[in-house]
């Protein structure tokens, strides 16, 4: 039996840090959604006691240290399932870029592997069991638009945000989540208008929702990487209506009312950077079927 699950990238709307934690984590308020940009996962059941990784992609490990890998042997310790499972993650989401690539194969996982080892647990038990995983797994069993708190693990959900073009460029970089965090100096960032943007989602207002967007985690990376910032000031120049570095980075996003406009962006930095991508928020949350 074959479960094929998609595993969707995220974009943070917004990313603010309230403060360090004596746990290490920081305390985050972010305003996530998820994109047309997607992982496929093939979940294929094996009898053997084991968990098999299949990815062609160099920069995923096969290993345990695979997020999917986590996931299923998080499964299998946590229901007693002696079941194995060969796990085939196609990869389109491009690795360490701020997109939540790992996060959202292991949230693809989860959901998958509930509905192939019969496990029966909602979308809320998986979320709480994603948290173990990393901070970003919670958000990704459920999809969608939320507010995210606490280290990331606290889910609230909110409503699609206003239709537009998001157009993505990584340049030729890696960056190490742990370490933009660790450089952060939290007594000095300029918080972004979170409430404010929350209110621009829920009144459908593009405008609003483009002049809300903020991430404090960018001038860190921006200060490692001066290419971030070009990429920034190309796609300002080529006309988007708002531009922001997602997560730790290193990929730019712009938000793009007209077709045109997206067309012009997607093909200035085609050429100048690794990847870019021009696709639509999903909106909705992931379903279990
Ligand atoms: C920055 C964000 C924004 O969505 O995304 P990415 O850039 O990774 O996509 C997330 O906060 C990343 O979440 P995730 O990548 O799941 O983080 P984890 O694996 O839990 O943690 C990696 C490391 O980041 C730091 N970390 C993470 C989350 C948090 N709230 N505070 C932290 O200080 C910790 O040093 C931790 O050891
Ligand atoms: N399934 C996976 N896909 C991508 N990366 C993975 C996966 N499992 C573990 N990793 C590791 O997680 C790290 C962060 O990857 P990723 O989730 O793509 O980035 P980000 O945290 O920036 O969103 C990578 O360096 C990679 O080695």
């Not at 647990?121 to 919670?138: H, K, T």
């Not at 965090?181 to 621009?200: C, D, F, G, W």
């Not at 200060?223 to 070009?230: D, F, H, I, M, T």
Request: glycine residues 8%; negative net charge.
């Amino acid at each position: 039996m074959k479960v094929l699950v998609k595993a969707p990238a995220k974009i943070n709307l917004s990313l603010d840090v309230l403060h360090k934690r004596p746990d290490g984590y920081h305390e985050v308020e972010m305003v996530m959604t998820t994109i047309d940009l997607a992982d496929r996962i093939e979940l294929s059941l094996l009898e053997e006691d084991r968990i098999v990784i299949h990815s062609h992609n160099r920069f995923v490990p096969d290993d345990q240290r695979n997020l999917a890998y986590q996931a299923a042997h998080l499964l299998k310790l946590r229901f007693q399932v002696k079941q194995g499972v060969v796990i085939g993650i196609e990869k389109t989401i491009p690795v360490a870029a701020g997109l939540a690539g790992g996060s959202s194969d292991a949230a693809a996982t989860l959901r998958g592997l509930n509905k192939l080892w019969k496990l029966g647990l909602s979308l809320d038990e998986l979320a709480v069991l994603g948290a173990e995983i990393g901070s970003d797994v919670s958000f990704c069993v459920y999809g969608g638009t939320a507010l995210a708190t606490g280290r990331g693990e606290i889910i609230e959900e909110l409503p699609a945000p206003p239709t537009c073009w998001v157009v993505l460029a990584k340049p030729f970089i890696g960056v190490s989540t742990a370490e933009v965090y660790r450089r952060l100096n939290v007594e000095k960032v300029q918080h972004p208008p979170t409430k404010q943007m929350i209110s621009a989602i829920e009144n459908g207002d593009f405008n609003g929702v483009c002049n809300s967007v903020g991430n404090v985690l960018e001038d860190v990376t921006l200060s490692l990487y001066p290419e971030v910032a070009q990429i920034k000031d190309q796609m300002k120049r080529f006309g988007a209506d708002a531009v922001l570095m997602s997560g730790s980075g290193p990929t730019v996003f712009s938000l793009v009312a007209h077709d045109s406009r997206m067309h012009r962006i997607y093909n200035g930095l085609r050429g100048f950077c690794d990847q870019v991508f021009a696709v639509r928020m999903l909106g909705e949350r992931h379903t279990l079927d």
